[in-house]
């Protein structure tokens, strides 16, 4: 284990050892007194609204060996009340935060595959997490803590580990730069390029120029795109003889393609073409979107030398992080997909797709409104309405400020389609408390601010 001990964050931060022992070990860092475990390292995050340097005395309390915290007056009764713990004094804490992470990842000659992406992110990185950790002992961003402060803390706990995962988020320009010049990747990737954070970044072409900031941070620039996205392969034809670029799809010639796809409802298969070699593939999830998740993580086995065995091994054990397609029977024999984590046009397209497709007496579609989408908010719900119109699903609810967009479209292409505009959570859920019965499915998916996890964990 490469270790940082109190002495190197003095050095790397030009902080202050109010007190405490400079050779001490520190393993493990939180932000987070409430759990915080005994012998860990606490950084007081500053944030807009928050300052954690002021609960320094509660994370002692609860166990912590040291704090790294600023703007605190520690007074000599409060040193000698905590004589045997340690107290760093800095002027920037969330900028220490960078910087310690920054100097763990040098310590580690080893693979670092970044992700990132409008949509797929979080669950091609778990894939990909399980075909690596099949021939090494991988640490990967846990949920989607995939931000300016997620990122350093999953650096900050490599301790043995032979190769890193990590996503990365963002919506506006700057962010991706940041979290590649702290990772420094050796691998880098994007999913695709759609419609998130359009109304703050302006337009699809600006969302891929910040996606792009992931190249800075990279010794070798090398990455792996989705040459379907009309964006990405206008993007590789451009840039394939001055960089490094590997590419997968199913519509256009890639390196890597995908061939003779069968969806069903909980799981797929398809054979993976690469350089006239053929691979069966078994995805324990459904939906064509994770045919695509799936050819990622091939192409990321291949370029680590893995055998096929283990990439194989790696899809097929592979589990999504919870709230992302979900799929679990209810007591009133009816199907929730739990799909409320986020929501774009794209990811909305992908998952009315895949509910479309779904066996099921009725296909019910529960959705609420997609964020941070500008000017462009009721163009896009309406499109989602289309998408809507031209499906399989037979009862539409909606929630949310601009979903009736949503519904006034799919009724309008669609009469069939019976449709409700409700409220609130709490009248979705009572509609659906009332109305689900044994041979339903029902897909419930919106924006993480719309809060529609609540409807999913009454069900």
Known sequence: ???????????ISQGELIIGNENLICENFSKDTRTIQKGDIYIGIKGETFDG???WKQA??????AVIVENVDITEKEMMNYSDKTIIKVKNTLETLYELAKYKRSLYDIPVIAITGSVGKTSTKDMIASVVQTQYKTLKTEGNNNNNIGLPFTILKLKDHEALVVEMGMNHFGEISLLTNIAKPTLAIITNIG???IGILGSRENILKAKLEILEGMKQKEIIINNDNDLLHSWYEKNKEII?????GI???????ADKIQLQEESSTFLAQRNKEQLEIQVPVGGKHFVYNALCAVEVGKILNLSNEKIKKGIAEFELTKKRMDIRKLKNGATLINDSY???YESMKASIEYLSNYNAERRIAVLGDMFELGEYAIELHKKVGEEIANSKIDILICSGKNSKFIIETAKKNNSKIKTYLLENNEEVFQKLNKNLCDGDVVLVKASNGMKFYEICQKL
Not at 60 to 65: L, M, S
Not at 251 to 257: F, G, K, V, W
């Open 1 to 11: 284990m490469k270790e940082i001990i109190v002495k190197d964050i003095l050095k």
């Open 342 to 344: 986020n929501a774009s």
């Open 60 to 65: 002692f309390d609860n166990g912590a060996n």
């Open 53 to 55: 340097s002021k609960f």
């Open 195 to 197: 419609t998130a954070h």
């Open 251 to 257: 519509d256009n010639i890639s390196e890597l393609n």
């Open 244 to 248: 490094k670029i590997h590419t997968y």
